[in-house]
């Protein structure tokens, strides 16, 4: 049976995007409509990092003492006595201590031995635990790590208080097939402790990863609003949310809001949302070649994987070379105006000709019609 929740790591992982900075007034609100969209837990900040982070945090652990907001608040922090305690004072629900566990990390970053890490990984979750706090450890560079050695870093952080452990996918190296058969094999080797998944999307990846950490036990999906974290980001937080209801049946988020959500990070964080994503973006229910419209006219199932009112959105065409008659008839009622077959074949005839034009709009199709019938035409009014 797949049990899943969301964490949404926008406004920390989200916040590493190049470019981007929300300020404390924008961190509270992003926070209440994560908590309204219906996120299990919102990794709030990493609190050591700056004086605004701290303050957005403080205000959104207020608002969650207050039910306003009900998701889990989890504070970030390396496993550095100073930062734990930063995030204790603050009262989160959760401290999320992250470690690089790979020979990479251990080398370059932490100039420790594997003894020395697992020591400092003890230490610092009985350190926060002793505060009162839930504690989740994060295995960063996790998926390029020894896995008998992450057996070893997982027992060790479960034995010393954490109830969660991450698993990163640091540089986006792992593949559907391999991450399932990680953490089955994780969850064999270390029991009674819930596992999540942190999938960079370097090559792509990272929502398949997460699908299928999930059918290998993972319990929590890390994710940010538009994708947005470090070099091209994580996971997704729409494509997600939409997978797992299409393949698991779950619906993990309140799906009709998401383009909100989508749109109020797109404002705040300054990077523009492609039209051709997923979900959320402009063409995501717009279609085009006649063969495809003709098809969702008469059943939208034909290309649509589910009904665009699912995520609160619409579907439409587009008119240009590619159009049929059905689209065009289909066009021509709704802006109310009547065509005989004769005069619709000579529009297309005129459509299929004119090779520069990449949209037709409704102005341009009355237009059309009124060159072709010689009539004057002008749009329903509303009713
Ligand atoms: C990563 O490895 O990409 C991280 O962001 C690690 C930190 C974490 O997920 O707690």
């Known amino acids: 049976m797949i049990k899943v929740g969301i964490l949404d790591s926008t406004l920390r992982e989200g916040e590493q995007t190049p470019g981007v900075i929300f300020t404390v007034d924008q961190r509270v609100e992003i926070a209440k409509a994560l908590s309204d969209l219906g996120v299990s837990m919102i990794e709030a900040g990493h609190p050591a990092v700056s004086p605004d982070i701290y303050e957005g945090i403080k205000r959104i652990v207020k608002l969650k003492k207050e039910g306003i907001i009900t998701s889990e608040i989890v504070g970030h922090s390396r496993a550095v006595k100073r930062d734990i305690e930063i995030a204790a004072e603050l009262e989160v629900d959760r401290i999320a201590i992250f470690y690089g566990v790979s020979d990479i990390h251990l080398k370059a970053k932490h100039k420790a031995t594997r003894e020395e890490a697992l020591r400092v990984i003890a230490e610092t979750i009985s350190y926060a635990r002793s505060h009162g706090v839930k504690v989740r450890f994060t295995a960063e560079d996790g998926s390029r790590t020894d896995f008998d050695f992450l057996v070893t870093v997982s027992r060790t952080a479960r034995d010393a208080g954490a109830d969660r452990v991450s698993i990163a996918d640091t540089v986006g190296i792992l593949y559907p097939s391999k991450t399932k058969e990680l953490f089955s094999a994780l969850i064999r080797e270390v029991p009674n402790l819930e596992y999540d998944i942190h999938a960079h999307n370097d090559l792509g990846l990272a929502v398949a990863n997460a699908l299928a950490a999930v059918e290998g ?37 309140k799906l009709d809001k998401l383009q909100y959500v989508s749109s109020l990070i797109e404002k705040y964080s300054g990077i523009p949302m492609p039209p051709n994503y997923p979900i959320t973006g ?87 019609a009124e060159e072709v019938t010689g009539r004057v035409l002008k749009p329903r009014p509303p009713e």
């Open 217 to 253: 036990g993972a319990t929590i999906v890390h994710a940010t609003v538009n994708g947005l974290g470090e070099r091209v980001g994580i996971v997704p937080l729409q494509q997600i949310v939409a997978a797992i209801k299409y393949h698991f049946g779950i619906e993990v988020v």
């Open 282 to 368: 402009d063409y995501a229910f717009l279609h085009k070649a006649g063969v495809h419209v003709a098809g969702v006219l008469s059943d939208p199932r034909t290309y649509e994987f589910m009904p665009p009112e699912t995520f609160g959105r619409t579907r439409d065409y587009t008119i240009d070379k590619y159009t049929g008659k059905h689209a065009l008839r289909d066009k021509y009622e709704k802006l109310g105006v009547k065509i005989s077959e004769a005069e619709m074949d000579q529009i297309l005839a005129k459509i299929k000709s004119n090779t520069t034009i990449r949209f037709y709009r409704d102005v341009d199709l009355l237009e059309l």
